[in-house]
């Protein structure tokens, strides 16, 4: 009987040096893969829940926005289905924030409230006054507000190593 209570207790003994030395091992603050599962899956809920009670209302800039929110919206769902790591669902979460920034996008350009602040996507904020460049014979405009001439709106992000603003 002693050495049966001897044997449990190493082998309790060893199980709680193991999951304390795995504690140890992890970076203060690091966010398990069920917290990121969790966050991942409130983004994309409540994209899915923002753009079914949003429409164009005939506004292409909006239209073209609420295009680019669903499409984020379709990918993120795809990436929580294959996500099996802390990573992976960072990488839905992202993409569901990019969607939720064109969503924004959409009702400032139908004039409604932008609806809550979302985090940073690392981006910095679009300061340049309505411009224009012209790039291999094409003139595009870029202006921090939507209108005829930028229908199109980027939420901001890394292109080529460096960061670019969101806009229209």
């Given at each position: ?19 304390y030395?795995?504690?140890?091992s ?7 893969d069920l917290d990121?599962e969790?966050?991942?899956h ?27 929110a ?14 099996r790591?802390?990573?992976?669902y ?17 009702r ?12 940073d996507?690392?981006?910095?904020a679009f300061?340049?006054?309505d ?6 014979g ?6 921090p507000?939507?209108?005829?001439a930028?229908?199109?709106y ?9 960061q ?5």
């Amino acid at each position: 009987m002693g050495v049966v209570l001897v044997a449990v207790s190493l082998i309790v003994g060893a199980v709680a040096a193991v999951a304390y030395q795995r504690r140890l091992s992890q970076p203060y603050g690091a966010v398990s893969d069920l917290d990121a599962e969790a966050e991942a899956h409130r983004w994309v809920e409540r994209l899915g829940g923002s753009l079914s009670t949003l429409d164009a209302r005939g506004n292409a800039a909006a239209a073209q926005a609420l295009t680019d929110a669903a499409e984020r919206h379709r990918a993120a769902q795809g990436q929580l289905v294959t996500a099996r790591s802390g990573a992976q669902y960072a990488m839905a979460s992202q993409t569901a924030l990019e969607g939720l920034h064109y969503l924004r996008a959409a009702r400032t350009s139908l004039g409604l409230d932008p609806g809550p602040a979302l985090p940073d996507l690392g981006t910095g904020a679009f300061t340049a006054r309505d411009g224009r460049v012209t790039i291999d014979g094409r003139t595009y405009a870029a202006s921090p507000r939507p209108g005829d001439a930028t229908p199109y709106y980027y939420p901001g992000g890394v292109v080529g190593g460096r960061q670019m603003p969101g806009g229209w």
